[in-house]
């Protein structure tokens, strides 16, 4: 007998820094998973990546408190502020984007440098072959400011 879907949770979370903190903790407590069965597994299978890159999960939760997750690769704007060599800024000390796309441009990444995110993104993205996969990641970083060259 299959097991029954009770819902879907979505989170973005640190490669390897799972932790029974907020936000993990009370999202994954008050849907009866176990959340250092969790974060043990989270760790384990992110442990290749690189530590501190957000990595959108998808957790599904059946009605025996197991789960299933599937871990996807970190946004293209964490690949393009890394690739520009963006420096931390603001309140919560993160790397951002231009205030106004299209009139200011804040870095510059190459063309082989989207083609190699473009190739690291190919599997999460809607796109039929690498150009395709390169035309989404150069609208994403048009849209932050970020030039091509």
Do not use: H, W
């Not at 029974?20 to 849907?31: E, F, I, K, N, T």
């Not at 009866?32 to 299978?45: P, V």
């Not at 970190?74 to 205030?99: D, T, W």
């Not at 200011?104 to 473009?118: F, G």
């Amino acid at each position: 007998m299959a097991k029954k879907l009770v819902g879907t949770l979505k989170l973005q979370i640190p490669a390897g820094k799972a932790n029974p903190s907020p936000p993990v903790g009370p999202a994954l407590g008050q849907r009866g998973i176990n959340i250092m069965e969790f974060c043990k597994a989270f760790n384990a299978k992110t442990q290749e990546m690189e530590g501190g890159a957000p990595c959108p999960t998808i957790i599904n939760y059946y009605q025996d408190k197991s789960f299933t997750m599937e871990i996807k690769t970190p946004p293209a704007s964490y690949y393009l502020k890394k690739a520009a060599g963006l420096k931390p800024v603001g309140k919560r000390n993160r790397p951002r984007g231009a205030e106004n796309p299209g009139r200011e441009v804040v870095a510059t990444v190459t063309a082989a440098q989207v083609k190699e995110i473009a190739e690291a993104k190919m599997k999460d993205l809607n796109a039929n072959d690498v150009e395709g996969a390169m035309q989404i990641i150069l609208g994403s970083a048009r849209s932050m400011g970020i030039e091509v060259k």
